[in-house]
């Protein structure tokens, strides 16, 4: 990793960009080899989503492999935000419609660029709320 902490410089936010859509196009295939490959393989990887508490990259990969393929839960995207540090750390954050429920669903993600094997999400959450937040 470099000392650069610039915000936002745009080719590396377009490039968290297309890694994002790729992985969210892979949620919809069921294609687990693309899921886990956007995962830093590591015990000190976390996703936790809503019926699930992945710590591991294993717990992750055994609930990639055992979730249904299709759209999963998000019907339309309301606010898709990309922050990036420098050339090697993200966060992505995506709040959507929950398909077919009055639901409003979030996710985030945080990205770190490692020298060894590029890109990878090192943290996720995903949950949703039933109403709109305050401030």
């Known amino acids: 990793m470099n000392n650069d902490r610039t915000p936002n410089i745009p080719e590396i936010v377009e490039e968290v960009r297309d890694l994002f859509e790729r992985y969210e196009q892979a949620l919809i295939d069921k294609d687990v080899a693309v899921l886990d490959g956007t995962f830093w393989n ?3 990887t976390i996703r936790l989503a809503n019926y699930e508490h992945g710590y591991g990259f294993d717990r992750i990969h055994a609930h990639r ?3 249904p393929p299709g759209p999963g839960s998000k019907e339309k995207r309301l606010r ?3 922050v990036t540090i420098g050339r090697d750390v993200a966060t992505v954050t995506l709040v959507y419609k929950v398909r077919g429920q009055n639901m409003i669903g979030r ?3 945080t990205w ?3 020298p060894d094997v590029g890109w990878k999400v090192v943290a996720a959450h995903v949950s949703m709320i039933d109403r709109e937040p305050t401030l």
């Open 42 to 44: 590591s015990p000190h």
């Open 65 to 67: 492999v055992a979730r």
């Open 80 to 82: 898709l935000d990309i």
């Open 107 to 109: 996710q985030m993600q």
């Open 112 to 114: 770190v660029r490692f």
